[in-house]
Each structure stands twice: as structure tokens, then as C-alpha cells.
């Protein structure tokens, strides 16, 4: 697994060489390049040594905080949370295209239709993979499309800002402009919505792709419903 961190313009790429029998501790200085590599014996990243053993180096501090707080996020008591897959970097297309998805309200993960039960509202599950919409953890899914709804909104504001003000310059009706773009602020996380929860757990599933484990799960919990609803008919 590599990760790699752009902090104040430099590269930093921590490798985990799982192959390597015994420590590798290195920095160098390459041009605008650094490479920062941390192993040891059993093929773990040494997270707590990273600032350590490089104390000459601020950004290592930086490096050991992320670390640290990916493992809290990786290693923690996930309470209800029901994903269990490892932290992946995703490719370019695989953004593209579960984002598209996602703003054409459709399931990222397989692009499955019917996904929205009510306009602020998702299905349980998607229909086509099964995949829940929430993946057990609501409260972040909600959150998480609160702020995607919030950048959502703030680039409409943006762009039409923009659009006008070139378009009009230099006779731009101003009060015109902010009454308008008041009443779009408020239209636009409502217009929003549905596609704002759905991108959040577009970068989830981009971050944290769903195992066989998980897609199982929501199988038999789905079984599980079925059959209880036959019982109580
Ligand atoms: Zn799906």
C-alpha cells in the first residue's frame, strides 16, 4: 500500500514494503521530491515513529497526525457502522463515475435506479446491488451530505455570481443580484438534497469500497426482513 500526502507543494510517499525482513527508516531530499519510507520487522507502518525519528523534519509531525487519525478512523469501535474495508486511493474515472451517478441520482455503487424514497429520503437499500444507502451508519451520511450540499450551493453561487457580473458589466443590477442569489441559497440545499447524500457515500464507497463481507451482510439482513414479513402475514 502507498499513500501519498502533497503538503506545501512536496510529495510525500510512505511505502509499506510488507517483503522487507527489517526496518527501513530513510529521507532524502530529492529536488522538490521527498520520500519518506517507514517499516518494520512484521511489515507494519510505525506510526508513533514517524515524528521521532525524523525531528528535523516538521512536516513528519503533520504526517504522524494523518496517520494517527486514519488508524482512529480505521481501528476505532465503529458503534453501528457495518463497513470494514481498507482505505483505498481511487482513480480518476472511478471518481468521475460514481460521482455522475450520484448527482443523476442513481446508486453510486452500481448505478442502479430508485434509489430516492422520498425527496428527503433514501430507499433503505438500492435495489439493483443491495448496497445500504447508509451503510449502517446514518448519522454520517447525513452529516457527511450536509456538507456536500454546502459546497453544492456555495459553487451555484459562485458560478452565477460570476456568470452575471461578466455577462453585465459593468451595469450589474446589484440589488437584483443579492435578492436573487438570497432566494437561490435558500432553494438550492433543497434542490440539493437528494444528491448531496448521495455524493457523501459516493466518497465513501470511493475511500472505502465494499467488501464481499459487507455486500453479504446486507444480503442476509435483507433475507432476514423477508422472511420475517411472510411470518407476520
Ligand atoms: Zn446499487
Redesign the pocket.
Known sequence: MSLFLFVHGASWAVDRRIEENADVRSSRRDRQIQVLLFTSADGEVRRSEIAENFPEEPTARLLESVWKYAEVIHAGDPGEMTSRGEMVVPGLRDVLRAFSRALLL???????PK?IRRWFALEPC??????QLDRGEMDDNVIGGMYFNIVLAELLFAAVLLIVVIAMWPHVPWAGVEYSLIAAMIIAPIIFYPASRLMWLALDLLLRPPDATEMESYANAAKSARKSTRQSV
Do not use: D, F, Q
Request: aromatic share 0%; glycine share 22%.
Open positions: 442513481r446508486c453510486p455503487n452500481c448505478g442502479g434509489v438500492c435495489a439493483k446491488c443491495g448496497l
